[in-house]
């Protein structure tokens, strides 16, 4: 079974700060699923490093007032353009991140507040039909 899976987690430095989360049971992980990673960040054109992004209305803003709402919806589609072509039912994307979080995300204040809510890939690939957990949920897989 072909399952996207966020890069970072596979150890891949390419969250905002440059560095990964690598998950710890990854290697259970590659010999039941065949893994194809995706960073909707960097799909959408956004370089790594780059300013932390959260959530704001329907906008995705930097902490710097930017705003990368357009990277993060192309980030997204081309996310959902993979899981199409590889006929992807899974997704196991990073938690609470402004892409990839599925139940929680920052709450847009730079405070480092959680919030329900899900980011702009997980809820496009949500609405795709395509189920989205996060690595902390990866026995629903």
Same mark, same amino acid.
Request: aromatic share 6%; proline share 4%; with cysteine.
């Given at each position: ?11 891949? =430095?390419? @969250? ?5 989360? /690598?998950?710890?049971?990854? $290697?259970?992980? *590659?010999? %039941?699923? +065949? ?39 192309? =980030?997204? @589609? ?5 899981? /199409?072509?590889?006929?992807? $039912?899974?997704? *196991?994307? %990073?938690? +609470? ?45």
């Amino acid at each position: 079974m072909n399952v996207l899976i966020s890069a970072c987690l596979l150890g891949v =430095g390419c @969250r905002y700060d440059g560095i990964s989360k /690598k998950y710890d049971g990854i $290697e259970n992980l *590659i010999g %039941k699923y +065949n893994l194809i990673p995706v960073c909707p960040e960097i799909m959408g054109g956004l370089k790594t490093p780059r300013n932390p992004a959260e959530i704001v209305g329907d906008r995705v803003v930097c902490d710097n007032s930017d705003d990368v709402t357009a990277q993060y919806l192309k =980030g997204a @589609r081309e996310t959902l353009r993979l899981a /199409k072509m590889f006929s992807c $039912e899974f997704a *196991i994307l %990073k938690a +609470n991140s402004p892409s990839c979080g599925n139940s929680k995300i920052y709450d847009g204040t730079f405070s480092h507040r959680l919030i329900d809510g899900m980011g702009v890939t997980a809820k496009l690939l949500t609405e795709n039909g395509i189920k989205v957990i996060n690595e902390n949920e990866i026995s629903e897989l």
